[in-house]
């Protein structure tokens, strides 16, 4: 398959999913377009979108989809080593090795990055974020969490509207890891998340999700909590682009609310 029509089968692919009301079918079909995408990505040419969309799907199967946790810090690993290639491919970019670079160099180098580098950078943070998601026991790994940030504010002023909401929600999901006192930083990540919010109209109810998990637990807010997780409960969740999360979102939220009683 020559490789610009592989990059159509995958960026089509990858909103053929998006837009998919079915999880169990999108669970159960996605080990074979994960293949698919493998032998496309066997080819030392492969595309910068091919291997995005690898490094993309690899990491939502691994975190979303599979709950044994040893294969999905398996799977995780592949995601990453994907993003990892994306960074290089198409010819050099100012991201190609950046994975390599102690965090003064990093800056240095994030700084020569623009728009048409911002795909393969968000593509080498959602790897490296399911990587780090699924070893949690590794701090080598959670050390890598700083140089993920520097990353995605650098995206904030790289990235195309399409993805800056989700540039946004990962940077509000980062500050709101730990509590002010240690460390955290609570309401610069209620920034972003609002910030997301704005950018989607609200339609993609990952956010209110992440940002109730992420905040409102965080300062102890059950007003705010309940509000975001029953807007997402009320909402319709088939939306262009975001209709496979938003129904997940949705059964997180039903968790998140059947268990704020005994949290707050």
């Given at each position: 398959m020559a490789q610009s029509a592989a990059a159509d089968f995958a960026t089509n692919l990858s909103s053929a999913i998006l837009n998919q009301d079915d999880p169990e079918l999108v669970r159960d079909s996605l080990p074979a377009y994960l293949l698919i995408l493998d032998s496309l990505a066997a080819?030392?040419?492969?595309?910068?979108?091919?291997?995005?969309?690898?490094?993309?799907?690899?990491?939502?199967?691994a975190v979303v989809f599979v709950t044994d946790s040893a294969r999905s810090a398996n799977l995780a690993v592949h995601a990453r080593d994907y993003g990892v290639r994306a960074l290089c491919a198409d010819g050099r970019?100012?991201?190609?090795?950046?994975?390599?670079?102690?965090?003064?160099?990093?800056?240095?180098?994030?700084?020569k990055a623009g728009a048409d580098d911002a795909s393969a950078l968000l593509g080498y943070v959602i790897g490296s974020l399911a990587y780090i998601r699924t070893h949690g026991d590794d701090w080598e790994a959670l050390a890598e969490l700083p140089r993920i940030?520097?990353?995605?504010?650098?995206?904030?002023?790289?990235?195309?509207?399409?993805?800056?909401?989700?540039?946004?929600?990962?940077?509000?999901?980062?500050?709101?890891?730990?509590p002010e006192a240690l460390g955290g930083q609570p309401e610069r990540g209620r920034t972003y998340f609002e910030r997301a919010?704005?950018?989607?109209?609200?339609?993609?109810?990952?956010?209110?999700?992440?940002?109730?998990?992420?905040?409102?637990?965080?300062v102890?807010?059950?007003?705010l909590h309940d509000q975001l997780l029953n807007e997402v409960m009320q909402a319709d969740p088939r939306q262009p682009g975001y209709t496979l999360f938003n129904m997940l979102a949705q059964r997180q939220a039903t968790?998140?609310?059947a268990s704020a009683e005994d949290y707050f």
């Open positions: 080819s030392p040419e492969a595309s910068g979108e091919v291997l995005g969309a690898a490094a993309r799907l690899y990491a939502a199967y970019r100012p991201g190609c090795g950046i994975d390599r670079l102690p965090y003064a160099e990093l800056e240095q180098q994030l700084g940030e520097a990353i995605l504010t650098r995206l904030l002023a790289i990235s195309p509207d399409s993805d800056a909401a989700l540039v946004n929600t990962y940077l509000g999901v980062l500050n709101t890891l730990r919010l704005e950018l989607t109209g609200r339609r993609d109810l990952g956010v209110l999700v992440e940002y109730a998990r992420g905040y409102a637990r965080l102890y807010d059950r007003e968790e998140l609310l």
